[in-house]
């Protein structure tokens, strides 16, 4: 039994949520195309990262190291493939798509991430 409590960044993709919904809700009135482009580029970054951690911190403790090493290479993988995925899904059945609006959420989401991350690590 472990006494490492497991880290808080799990609950970063709920921040993150809370951000995106109300922004893409807000545009509604104003674009509807930049408004679900704005969402869906900022659920392709939350979803894998979501994915991402918590297969990286399913584990915890010295004895589970081989799983957690193994789950921190199947986390980043599955990101990976998820982010193409949701990419390649977006750009082909979503029509007309402001892909500036894309992949400006994208980024912002990623930013708010590292923001969010920091702000709790450093706690």
Known sequence: MTTIS???VKKVA??????LLPASAALLGWNMQ???SVMLGGLIQIVPQAWFA???????GAR???SIVSAMYWGETGKVVLSAVLFTATFLLVSPLNVGALFSSFVVM??????????ILKR
């Open 110 to 119: 990623i930013l708010v991430q590292w923001f969010l991350v920091f702000t």
């Open 64 to 66: 589970r190291v081989q």
């Open 54 to 60: 918590r297969q990286a911190f399913r584990f915890a």
């Open 14 to 19: 709920l921040y993150q949520l809370a951000l």
């Open 6 to 8: 497991l880290p808080a």
């Open 34 to 36: 930049i408004a679900y």
